[in-house]
């Protein structure tokens, strides 16, 4: 089952506005404690999850636009792209807080706060 979310964001551009979205959707099933969403990514020590960054311009799909994902600190939430365009795996790698930031073509599109807790087993 895929999960995705829409981080929508106003950018200027040379001609004028334009209105994208970068939507990130799980390219795993990772487990429960796993959260990827508009208010935020939460992810446990040692458990990562497979995304797919897509943009959007309007309704558009973007399939020129590169994505960059990078998380501040980046010993807390890691972050790999992999061999395929747009797609990156994000990882826990001990406990505390980050955050997450989207770029679009070199632009900081997003900030979404990011929280790696302790891995609990689950029932």
Sequence with gaps: MKR????AFAALSAVGCSHVTVDLATLTHPPRAVS???DGISVPV????????RVFDGDSRDTRSKVDIAAVPADVLG????LDKNHFVLYGIRTGSATVEI??????VSRLPALVSPQIAEP
């Design 4 to 7: 995705s979310i829409a981080l």
């Design 79 to 82: 972050v790999d792209r992999t």
């Design 46 to 53: 040692g458990i990562a999850a497979g995304v797919d960054a």
């Design 103 to 108: 770029y679009v073509d070199g632009d900081r």
């Design 36 to 38: 990827i969403s508009l």
